[in-house]
Nanobody
Framework: QVQLVESGGGLVQAGDSLRLSCAAS????????MGWFRQAPGKEREFVAQ????????DYADSVKGRFTISRDNAKNTVYLQMTSLKPEDTAVYYC???????????????????WGQGTQVTVSS
């Protein structure tokens, strides 16, 4: 069992930066690859970024590539999402998820995740 708690969301202006954190409980955190997804009102949950079990590989949605950076600290059981050059279209509830096993890029699919946090709201004003 893994429990995830996101934090760090808020209201910022376009061009600002924000860092989200996702703290995980349990001693098996390093056994899970981690992902960040987001969901805007009236839209489906969409993939944002993913990081492998050791942090050795990452992947990003095209919409955030070059602006967002995902990282993890397995000693602290925490995954981060550093967001820069924020845009109004980045406004959404951001969720972190834990996925134990996947093949290919299945981690881009929300249904593949084993655990989710409750989400944290990010609002970017223009």
């Amino acid at each position: 069992q893994v429990q995830l708690v996101e934090s760090g969301g808020g209201l910022v202006q376009a061009g600002d930066s924000l860092r989200l954190s996702c703290a995980a409980s349990g001693r098996t955190f390093s056994s899970y690859a981690m992902g960040w997804f987001r969901q805007a009102p009236g839209k489906e949950r969409e993939f944002v970024a993913q990081i492998s079990w050791t942090g050795g590989s990452t992947d990003y949605a095209d919409s955030v590539k070059g602006r967002f950076t995902i990282s993890r600290d397995n000693a602290k059981n925490t995954v981060y999402l550093q967001m820069t050059s924020l845009k109004p279209e980045d406004t959404a509830v951001y969720y972190c998820g834990a996925i134990r096993y996947y093949t290919g890029t299945y981690y881009r699919i929300s249904e593949g995740y084993d655990y989710w946090g409750q989400g944290t709201q990010v609002t970017v004003s223009s």
